[in-house]
């Protein structure tokens, strides 16, 4: 009687979930193989080093000369200026991390 448990409606033996055991067609998402990433062209270092320099001495005269000490006018053209700056950083950014 207790083998009949062990057997679905058309006589054959059912299948037992056993912890531990993986199942050949479902492989846990590490162990999938990742597609090939496509390869970006690199730049060379010399041109990286020219643009974190650009970038520090930017920093280096925003804090020198604060926008208060600029005509009004003057003011909202930095103004449109740095935010397109930021806005190309920040999407540069975004596009680095996908």
Partial sequence: MSEGKNKNSEGQPSKKFVPGQKSPAKL?????PKPAA????????GSS????KKADEIGEELESKPLKSFEKKEREKIVQSYERLI????REINNSRQ
Avoid: G, R
Avoid at 28 to 32: A, M
Avoid at 87 to 90: D, H, I
């Fill in 28 to 32: 846990p998402q590490k162990e999938q």
């Fill in 38 to 45: 496509p390869t970006k062209p690199t730049v060379d270092a």
């Fill in 87 to 90: 806005f190309k950083m920040v």
């Fill in 49 to 52: 080093l020219s643009l974190i």
